[in-house]
């Protein structure tokens, strides 16, 4: 099976004491799909994410959910 990366456009963030920390992790527009076609599975829908310095962040889910991916 063959995963297709998409990347979309970055939503506005209204300013705050939290982004002045520096980014630990910055995921933008970030989607996987596997396969193509008709039989595409879509893994993870377009996300943008912003983890900062010093945050804590746990992905929790059942077994077979995606948090690999």
Known sequence: MSAVLQIAPRRAEAPSAEL???KAVELEGVGVTFGRGAGAVQALA????DVRDGEFLALVGPSGCGKST
């Open 20 to 22: 002045n920390r520096p």
């Open 46 to 49: 377009p996300t943008t994410l």
